[in-house]
Nanobody, 125 residues
Framework: QVQLVESGGGLVQAGGSLRLSCAASGLTFSSYTMAWFRQPPGKEREFVAAIWWIADRTYYADSVKGRFTISRDNAKNTVYLQMSSLNPEDTAVYYC??????????????????WGQGTQVTVSS
């Protein structure tokens, strides 16, 4: 079955950087759009970034544009989220998501059937 395992979360000071990783198994990774969502404390889960399976086209939430970069390594079945200039508003549980050939709903939670368990990112001021 499909498994997505996130890693790389932790505690970081404001202005710092972190790189999240999501290792995928049980799927043909190169055929899947991959995405990151996050759920801040007491709030709904929200879209962060997505990368298509083809042409590596990327999408970002306005709140992270210019600070976060999503990338993928198909040889390692892994998607990354490089986060820089972190601020306390970035504190959340970060989730990896995957869906086969997802284009139209690349930024929507309902566009993804496969989810990881999440990794906590805490940014201190």
């Amino acid at each position: 079955q499909v498994q997505l395992v996130e890693s790389g979360g932790g505690l970081v000071q404001a202005g710092g950087s972190l790189r999240l990783s999501c290792a995928a198994s049980g799927l043909t990774f190169s055929s899947y759009t991959m995405a990151w969502f996050r759920q801040p404390p007491g709030k709904e889960r929200e879209f962060v970034a997505a990368i298509w399976w083809i042409a590596d086209r990327t999408y970002y939430a306005d709140s992270v544009k210019g600070r976060f970069t999503i990338s993928r390594d198909n040889a390692k079945n892994t998607v990354y989220l490089q986060m820089s200039s972190l601020n306390p508003e970035d504190t959340a549980v970060y989730y990896c998501a995957a869906e086969y050939h997802n284009i139209a709903q690349a930024m929507a939670q309902k566009g993804y059937n496969y989810w990881g368990q999440g990794t906590q990112v805490t940014v201190s001021s």
